[in-house]
């Protein structure tokens, strides 16, 4: 701004023009604008190995303003793949958006969790090439893009809750209110299809496909909560496999300005949640604003360059491409992931306790009521009950949740007996999903391959029954 004023100053003649611009007619506007689109470079993308031929992407007009207000369906039906909204009710009245890539007749699923101050778009943001959601989709796989509650937007039953109340929930909540209100409606969608489908295929009546998760940060720990407390509920959790890039759960080792906020919010955070109720950008103004500085960065190297040195030194080196992070499309004036002071508070008791255990409500009458217990479920106890393979995979580079802390998951599981794997690999938080390293959805992907599709192997299994009691009938 100091730029552009200076340059007006020195140069009246350049004033003169603009200030004809802004009094010039509308519909000249229009023109420039369209003439720019019809100009601009329009990469070919590929769709993968089932279709090999390239095709075009269709334009999209960003905001003159160079901020980019895409949504995951934008993102997902500009490259060519199809797409599906569905809107989830939780057990509280929390509405969510579960998104889907659809493959209506395939037999093996998958369930894409996303972690902290994020949407279902970071695993579509890469594009076809690097995005685990596209790759999982040209493996034959029906995709599914959960959006766990905490959006700006405030999607609810109650069209008027207030703010504070809408926003005071934990890591909890999210474990056992959305991810089981998500899984259930994914399990009450493919049994009807595919029932529809394939009405006389030979099936297993109480889950006809296989449903495998990939989870990231507290993505990866909401997934293990919902597992381990569907175990001890003794619910069916629907997994057939989990698969944890950089699993929030413990957080003894962390930075010192994650360290310093832990311990000021234990003995503060409900009182701050009272003022402060969530982390967000309020208005639609400074959201559009954010979003253009973000995108501006890649205008103007240096400024990115030195933005992103001090993102990462404020993260203790961690070399995720902070920069490109914000300026993805979540980010953008119309909505945008906030945190809540509850989920902080949370994690800030797990660092505390230094186990991974639910929300201490701060008194035994309240926890007693809510499990049972005057103390909190310590869910490392539990890891035993586990009944489905557990990948674990961490970045050395990793200075948000280190490897050390994945390790920690790990040993656990060993001890319990899990069948469970480890995986290390040099990148940091944000590089297992906001950057297209081929080795890690190479990895990801292998992992995901090892479950067979449901019905093959249970058809296969009901043939050879069969044709062994015709042999024997006929002898």
């Known amino acids: ?7 007006c100053v020195l140069s009246p003649s350049s004033a003169f023009r603009i200030f004809r611009k802004l009094f010039s007619s ?13 100009n601009a470079s329009i990469p070919p993308v590929t769709l993968g190995d089932k279709d090999p031929a390239p095709t075009e992407r269709n334009p999209t007009l960003h905001h003159a303003l160079n901020t980019d207000a895409r949504t995951c369906k934008d993102i997902i039906t500009e490259l060519g793949y199809p797409y599906e909204a569905i809107h989830v009710t939780t057990a509280d009245g929390y509405i969510l958006l579960l998104e889907r890539i659809p493959r209506r007749d395939a ?9 902290i101050f994020d949407s279902s778009v970071g695993w579509v943001s890469n594009g076809v090439v690097g995005s685990s959601a596209f790759a999982a989709y040209d493996q034959g796989y029906d995709v599914f893009l959960g959006n766990l509650r905490g959006l700006v937007s405030r999607g609810h039953v ?14 909890n909540e999210l474990g056992t209110k959305d991810v089981p209100a998500m899984i259930e409606k994914i399990h009450e969608i493919k049994t009807d299809e595919l029932k529809m489908i394939q ?3 030979e099936t297993n009546d109480e889950q006809p496909y296989k449903l495998s998760a990939i989870a990231h940060s507290l993505g990866g720990a909401v997934m293990l909560m919902y597992t381990v407390t569907r175990l001890i509920e003794q619910k069916p959790h629907r997994l057939s496999r989990l698969t944890l890039l950089s699993p929030a ?5 962390t930075i010192f300005i994650l360290t310093v906020a832990h311990y000021f919010v234990v003995p503060l955070g409900p009182i701050l949640a009272f003022f402060v109720p969530a982390l967000y950008i309020p208005t639609r103004f400074f959201r559009m604003l954010f979003n253009k500085l973000a995108r501006d960065f890649h205008n103007y190297p240096a ?6 040195t001090v993102l990462s030194y404020t993260f203790g080196g961690d070399s995720s491409n902070w920069v490109g992070v914000m300026g993805l499309p979540h980010y953008n004036m ?7 002071l509850g989920v902080i508070h949370h994690l800030a008791q797990v660092k505390w306790r230094g186990k991974f255990v639910m929300y201490d409500y701060g008194n035994a009458s309240a926890n007693m009521k809510a499990y049972g217990s005057p103390v909190p479920i310590d869910l490392g106890e539990y890891y035993s009950l586990i009944d489905i393979p557990i990948d674990l995979i961490a970045g050395r580079k990793d200075k948000i949740i280190s490897a050390a802390m994945v390790t920690r998951h790990y040993k656990l599981m060993k001890d319990a007996s899990v069948n469970v794997s480890y995986k290390e690999f040099e990148y940091g938080h944000l590089d297992f999903t906001k950057s297209n390293q081929e080795d890690i959805l190479a990895y990801v992907m292998s992992r995901l391959l090892l479950v067979e599709p449901a019905l093959k192997h249970q058809t296969s299994q009901k043939k050879t029954l069969k044709l062994k009691k015709k042999g024997q009938a006929s002898s």
Do not use: C
């Not at 759960?249 to 080792?253: A, N, Q, S, V």
């Open 1 to 7: 701004m100091l730029h552009k004023t200076v340059h």
């Open 26 to 38: 509308a519909s000249a506007g229009v023109k420039d604008v369209d003439n720019d689109v019809l």
């Open 107 to 115: 037999r093996k699923a998958v369930y894409l969790q996303h972690g």
């Open 158 to 171: 109650d069209k008027n809750i207030p703010s504070r109340k809408y926003w005071w929930f934990t890591v």
């Open 199 to 201: 009405p006389d295929e």
């Open 249 to 253: 759960g413990f957080h003894d080792e």
């Open 303 to 308: 400024l990115g360059g030195l933005i992103q």
């Open 334 to 340: 119309d909505d945008m992931p906030g945190l809540s």
